[in-house]
């Protein structure tokens, strides 16, 4: 129940999402839309945002037939006082944070390596730093995702049969679904400059040994930097971690799951 209401601030809905442990396994069905909404709480840096598909309906002579009086709320990204965007807002409502700065940098940071390291890594061949992503493939290959973004546009490709069967053995996200989410989002930011999420307040980097969690030692080669809450970073160096060995009596390896 946690997780779903945690999940109910990202927009979407609660009642059709199952109520049990496979929630963890991706197990809840959501559309396209969904998703985009859901992505673009990162995107923006934590603001839940309602989309629409239509703001204005002109006749062929200019006439106005439809404007959307609800002025959906917008999120001002600056200081709203002192920029441009001011005088756009000053008549929306300005949408109320959903999640807070610091876990949507940790999330948009670990998604950034999606690009640079993971499943998402043929998008390097944009040329862009600031884009940050992910893969999702369902079971026996039925469905394939891609979703991804920088700090001014989101966007979500899913791949699939009308009727559910499967893609094929290798149609997974990366690649049945990335190329096409590469060739929007090349066309779309061509010529635009990258914007990426900035480290907000209350976050530290420090560099860590990958196979303790700990801080890394000085000099280490293999150390890489990684984002924590102020408070929640690690205390102790990779010194101080000694794994007991089977061989040696104890009778386990004391070693935390390899996450990086």
Known sequence: QNAIRHIEKFGFDAGRLPSNLTLALGSGAVTPMELATGYAVFANGGYRVKPHFISRIESAGGELIYADDARPSSVCQEDCEQSEQAADTKANSLTERAV????????VSMMQDVIKFGTGRKALALGRNDLAGKTGTTNDQHDAWFSGYNRDLVSTVWVGFDQLKPLGNSEVGGVAALPMWMSYMGNALKGQPEHTLEPPEGIVRVQ?????????????????WESFREGFQPTRTAEDFQPISPTAGGGRIDIPEQLF
């Open 208 to 224: 860590i040994d990958p196979v303790s969690g700990l801080l890394a030692n000085a000099g280490d080669p293999k150390a890489i």
């Open 100 to 107: 807070p700065a610091e876990n949507i940098y940790q999330m």
